[in-house]
């Protein structure tokens, strides 16, 4: 079985914090995504990675990076937190060519 | 650009009713449709995924269905258990690696 792990499932930070949120998968798969997802809103793409240190924006980057220095992690990174980004936070990895992702548990970040 | 709709967005239902969500999307070109469940503050779980040459997949009392032309998705959900009540997510892929999303249908069985 697929599994994809993220380093917590609960945090708490304060605005202007510098966080980081890691994904694990142990499957080889070369494709990473990471998404948030609000209510009402659905699951929005943040960050896609096709290869070790490849990314690409997805359709809400603004004040989020990536960092993929080894094909099974992932890590999200909010340069300095903002209230607005409090949201639960999803990882996904799936193969190249293949469009079917498998997700890991969700991070619930909460940013006072 | 591809839009994916969930109805309804909300349905419940008592134990043991057959059961159908629905999923529309507006571009007829995708490369397969995936059936997604989340509980509560968890993760998604996969369900079910056709294939863009495929009809309908089955995994024990879930049976999904496609109908590329009509840009339609339909998951049907035999004998309704307390256990099934969760979020349904559809999502479809344009061949790019990349998944569109509808907003889900939060669904519960009650006794």
């Known amino acids: 079985d697929v599994k994809v792990t993220q380093s917590s499932r609960y945090l708490v930070k304060r605005t202007g914090e510098k966080v980081f949120l890691e994904c694990v998968q142990d499957?080889?798969?070369?494709?990473m995504f990471w998404y948030r997802q609000d209510p009402g809103l659905g699951l929005r793409l943040i960050y896609f990675?096709?290869?070790?240190?490849?990314?690409e924006k997805g359709d809400i980057p603004e004040g989020y990076s990536v960092s993929r220095e080894k094909k099974e992690r992932f890590s999200l990174i909010l340069e300095s937190a903002s209230t607005n980004q409090t949201s639960m936070y999803l990882c996904?990895?799936?193969?190249?060519?293949?469009?079917?992702?498998?997700f890991g548990p969700g991070t619930r970040l909460t940013v006072l | 650009k591809q839009e994916v709709t969930q109805i309804p967005a909300a349905l419940s239902v008592p134990e043991g009713e057959n059961l159908v969500l629905n999923c529309s999307f507006t571009?007829?070109?995708?490369?397969?449709l995936q059936w997604f469940r989340q509980d509560p503050g968890k993760g998604l779980t996969s369900l079910l995924l056709?294939?863009?040459?495929?009809r309908e997949q089955t995994s024990g009392r879930l049976n999904a269905s496609l109908d590329k032309s009509s840009g339609r998705s339909t998951l049907y959900i035999a004998a309704s258990q307390p256990g099934d009540s969760a979020t349904y997510l559809c999502a479809v892929s344009t061949g790019t690696d990349k998944l569109i999303f509808g907003t889900g249908t939060r669904l519960q069985v009650f006794p």
């Open positions: 571009d007829s070109a995708i490369y397969n």
């Open positions: 996904a990895s799936g193969l190249a060519g293949f469009d079917e992702q498998f």
């Open positions: 499957m080889d798969h070369e494709n």
């Open positions: 990675s096709y290869d070790v240190k490849m990314k």
């Open positions: 056709i294939q863009s040459s495929q």
